[in-house]
């Protein structure tokens, strides 16, 4: 039986490094755009590695799965056209699909490995796929939005790995123009913003990016994810100009959807009262993280 453990360590987080322990690999492989790697854990079920930097694991996703679909699904009213960017594994959809007033879901990723890789792995997310409601796109989420259609998304939401490798144009301004022509008036973006014990000069990036971009209201909010690195994640909420976007009160509850509770399995993070309190931030990040 193996005992290994495996350490993760990346630029991204110079200094540091997690560790998981190893029970079975389950499947390694470089795609065109990355190393996949899959493997069971002792403590926290099967895991996703990307280029050494785990996107998932079994115990703790629906943490973040949860709240980068439902903090901008809740945030505006009966949400139709849906658009994910990156999200591969499936779980994003899984969330989306909850509400029943989304029609269309389109979805972006670059990688058909991470897909094929989660449709044999993480059934649990990957059941996303299956929801006809769902328009699978393999290619480039840059080259997608260059051609989206203007107005065209109520919501757009960007579950994509962290700016190296593929990600990499993901974070830079010119994407986010785009997000923003894709989306109505008063449409919402909610966007993977990282760690904010680690990566302040990035969220800050990020955020005056966006208020030069979208031009109603700029959010960070935050959630526990015990596996990503310093154990939380950051979301940037922005809406664009037209019907004001409150994020911190959520007018379309979750508890008031029809099915939304009982849709395939039960909620295990989200709920209106951690969706509010997402958005209160400590001290040092009000303080650094500016024009908040
Ligand atoms: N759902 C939780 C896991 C992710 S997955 C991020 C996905 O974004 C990956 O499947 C990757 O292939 C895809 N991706 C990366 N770049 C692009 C691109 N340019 N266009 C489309 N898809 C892309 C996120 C984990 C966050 C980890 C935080 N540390």
Known sequence: K??????FHNPMWPGEAHSLKVEKILFKEKSEYQEVLVFESSIYGKVLVLD??????????????????????CSIESPKNVLVVGGGDGGVLREIARHSSV????????DKMVIDVSKK?????????????????????????RHAPEGK??????????????????VEKPFFETLARALRPGG??????????????????????????????????????????????????CSTEGPPVDFMH???????????????????????????AAFCLPSFVKREVKAL
């Open 2 to 7: 193996a005992q290994k453990e495996l350490y």
């Open 52 to 73: 050494g930097i785990v996107q998932l694991t079994e115990k703790d996703e629906c943490a973040y799965q949860e709240m980068i679909t439902h903090l901008p699904l």
């Open 103 to 110: 029609e269309l879901i389109d979805i972006c990723e670059i």
């Open 121 to 145: 792995f993480f059934p649990e997310l990957a059941i996303g796929f299956e929801d006809p409601r769902v328009r699978l796109h393999v290619g480039d989420a840059v080259e997608f939005l």
């Open 153 to 170: 998304y109520d919501a757009i939401i960007v579950d994509s790995s962290d700016p190296v490798g593929p990600a990499q144009e993901l």
């Open 188 to 237: 919402v973006l909610c966007n993977m913003a990282e760690s904010m014990w680690l990566h302040t000069h990035l969220i800050q990036d990020m955020i005056s990016i966006c208020h030069e971009t979208f031009k109603g209201s700029v959010q960070y909010a935050w959630a526990s994810v015990p596996t990503y690195p310093s154990g939380v994640i950051g979301f940037l909420l």
């Open 250 to 276: 959520p007018i379309n509850p979750i508890e008031k959807l029809e099915g939304a509770l009982q849709h395939r399995r039960e909620l295990r993070f989200y709920n209106s009262e951690m969706h509010k």
